[in-house]
């Protein structure tokens, strides 16, 4: 049985939204190290410090006292060029 070779690619300076739950906090790490830019998108803004000091460049907060469209505030900031994870 041959293996297939991995196809998985990304296009360098892509942005990466993620959740910043605990596990999400590593992969906002490895999405630095790898020279993608994470976004971060969580309730509340207490979180926004624990995102941002790993390493996200930016913080969407979509709790419910915050009414903000999500797609729109990322595509704004990444001028339509993002990866939702």
Same mark, same amino acid.
């Given at each position: 049985m041959k293996k297939k070779? &991995? +196809? /998985?690619? !990304?296009?360098? #300076? %892509?942005s990466v939204s993620l959740s910043c739950v605990s596990l999400f906090r590593v992969a906002i790490q490895y999405a630095k190290a790898m020279g993608m830019r994470p976004i971060a998108i969580d309730l509340g803004?207490?979180?926004? #410090?624990? /995102?941002? %000091? =790993?390493?996200? #460049?930016?913080? *969407?907060? /979509? %709790?419910?006292?915050?009414? *903000?469209?999500? =797609?729109? %505030?990322? &595509?704004? !900031?990444? +001028?339509g060029r993002s990866i939702y994870i």
């Open positions: 070779k &991995n +196809q /998985c690619r !990304y296009i360098e #300076e %892509s803004l207490e979180k926004k #410090e624990i /995102c941002i %000091s =790993h390493g996200a #460049e930016l913080f *969407v907060d /979509c %709790s419910p006292d915050n009414p *903000v469209n999500i =797609h729109e %505030s990322i &595509n704004e !900031y990444t +001028q």
